[in-house]
């Protein structure tokens, strides 16, 4: 069982910066592969990024190449999203989540075993 907590959401002005975090419990937490997702009002979920489990490769969705950067600490147990040059279209909530699949097979078919509960990130135009 791993349990997800994401901090670092909040309300930034367009072009600002936010670094979100997942703290993962249990000590497997190397094992995973780790992605962020994000839900904007109305909308379904999509996939922002992932990270292999060693921090090694990492996956972006177009939307947000070049802006936004995912990393890892598996000494801290702890993933990171670094969004810079942010959109009022990037508002949403964004979920942190684990899974056992490889990270080819996490960004094909999108199964997670494990999520946050969700952080806000709201920009303003």
């Known amino acids: 069982q791993v349990q997800l907590v994401e901090s670092g959401g909040g309300l930034v002005q367009a072009g600002g910066s936010l670094r979100l975090s997942c703290a993962a419990s249990g000590r497997t937490f190397n094992l995973y592969t780790m992605g962020w997702l994000s839900q904007a009002p109305g909308k379904e979920r999509e996939f922002v990024a992932a990270?292999?489990?060693?921090?090694?490769?990492?996956y972006y969705a177009d939307s947000v190449k070049g802006r936004f950067t995912i990393s890892r600490d598996n000494a801290k147990n702890t993933v990171y999203l670094q969004m810079n040059s942010l959109k009022p279209e990037d508002t949403a909530v964004y979920y942190c989540?684990?899974?056992?699949?490889?990270?080819?097979?996490?960004?094909?078919?999108?199964?997670?075993?494990?999520w946050g509960q969700g952080t806000q990130v709201t920009v303003s135009s």
């Open positions: 989540a684990a899974s056992l699949l490889s990270l080819s097979t996490v960004v094909a078919a999108q199964r997670y075993d494990y």
């Open positions: 990270i292999n489990h060693n921090g090694g490769v990492t």
